[in-house]
């Protein structure tokens, strides 16, 4: 090994860099309350301005508060004093949220604490920064303390924190009313929080947490409608994973299948956090310690009509936290493979999904049980038949790694509409007169040649089969089954094809 020479990092830069991360105002706010909850506090109170002269947020809380040592400690970015490990209802993480959440929305960060009867106070100040080019914190003294916005929340508890934002020059540059947006990220920042919290904010023993907006009080919301009598609660399941160490922990995963829409009144709409989103909305909740990370998502997952109306809340413990990577700004978390493997294998097991599809969509009766169709015949009672778009058909990968969520239930959307409406009574009338031209034109078998190509070069990707066995099968597959002379073509394909 060669010379250790310390490299520090550049106080002014690094801090002015670390501001672009990407918090939006309501999920840096929400890492701020992270410290109060995990602090215990039961009474949050967040100050928006009032009236245009008021130029500053501020989040109080009755938490354990900070001595000054504590408190300078926590400004650090990196701060130290989890070193030794977190406890179980921590919701930290980076030992960074209080710094980057706060200046990622603001320059000036004020934290008043009290603890022990003690009052102590430091400032990062985005200029002072810049001006002296190093790491320096301003220390308060307690006439200065006195002065500080919202410092007097504290007189009335045992101990807590505040915290103060305060010149938001991005808001100032983008818009000249500093007031007028503040108060529409106030409104957003309620939805938001009412969300994420929902969990704490319910509780009906003491464990309970206040939040105030104002003069607001947040209730939560209640994305699962448990207290709606047509919400269809499934049993809830334990999947022991292991952490990197080996050691197990439970994830537990409870799914609920909501009411349809037309059993909802207008509250379990807004309850259940809007009715814009009703159904793209569905999938899966995950939380870590109670505190919502990912919404709304399916992970991948084949849409049926089974979980159309599915969500399936999944709590996940701190102490996995490094196998589901969650981000710095707990606006995203990727769920590892294996994980999700077995969160969907548990979703189909409770909601006994291979028994009840059957039943509930009718038994498939299509001419030929080696064919994969598009269109599936499905008989139902009393010899009926409806006509369903195939959602396992292989054409459905040319758009499954692409789409999103919201986009995928959007497609479902459509796609029930369009089998919706089928022109039976055309289709018969025509087809009964010889007029229906089915002899597809030249272009078809070039066209078709085109779309086996993305077909096929989707199914290698896997890596798992071999390009005569991937043509192999889409020669079983509508449309391209009924066109043998493709498999010629194909087959050649790959020697000559480009890539
Ligand atoms: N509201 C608060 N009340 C008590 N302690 C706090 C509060 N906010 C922050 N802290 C302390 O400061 C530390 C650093 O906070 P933060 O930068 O958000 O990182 P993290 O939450 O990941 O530890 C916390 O671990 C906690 O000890
Ligand atoms: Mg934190």
Known sequence: ?????????????????????????????????????????????????????????????????????????????????????????????????????????????????????????????????????????????????????????LDEYPSGTVVIWENFDFIEKSSGDLYAVLNEKMSVTADYLSLIFHRFLNRTDKSSVNIMINNYQLKGLDPFLESHNKTNIRRKISIPIADNEGKEHMVTVQPYILPFQKDLSASDKKISGGIENYRSAQGFYIYRNERLIVWGKWFNRPRDELTKYARIKVDIPNALDDIWGIDIKKQSATIPASVRKRLNKAVDEVMDISVRKQ???????????????????????????????????????????????????????????????????????????????????DGRIADLEEKAEAMISIM???GSISREEAVAKLLTVEPFCNYPDLRERLIGGGTHGGV
């Open 359 to 441: 039943s509930y969509r009718g038994r498939t009766d299509n001419p030929d049980d080696s064919v994969e169709y598009i269109w599936e015949r499905i008989s139902q009672r009393q010899g009926m038949y409806t006509y369903r778009i195939n959602r396992s058909s292989s054409v459905f990968r040319l758009i499954e790694d692409e789409i999103s969520d919201t986009a995928r239930a959007h497609l479902e959307m459509i796609l029930e509409e369009i089998e919706n409406n089928v022109p039976y009574q055309q289709i018969y009338i025509d087809k009964s007169q010889n007029v229906i031209d089915e002899n597809q034109d």
């Open 1 to 153: 090994m060669g010379v250790l020479k310390e490299n520090k990092p550049t106080a002014d830069i690094l801090m002015t860099s670390m501001r672009a991360m990407g918090y939006s105002f309501e999920s840096a706010v929400a890492d701020i309350i992270d410290n109060s909850i995990s602090a215990h506090a039961n009474e949050i109170v967040i100050r928006f301005p009032e009236n245009p002269s008021e130029r500053f947020v501020a989040i109080c809380d009755n938490g354990d508060g900070m001595t000054q040592h504590e408190l300078f400690d926590a400004m650090k970015y990196g701060s130290e004093g989890k070193r030794g490990g977190r406890s179980e209802d921590d919701l930290g993480r980076f030992g960074l949220g209080l710094k980057a959440a706060s200046l990622s929305q603001c320059r000036k960060l004020t934290v008043v604490s009290k603890k022990n009867g003690v009052y102590s106070a430091y400032i990062w100040d985005l200029d002072i920064i810049i001006e002296k080019k190093d790491w320096f914190v301003v220390e308060c003294s307690d006439d200065q303390i006195r002065d500080i916005h919202c410092s007097d929340f």
């Open 460 to 462: 290698l990707k896997s």
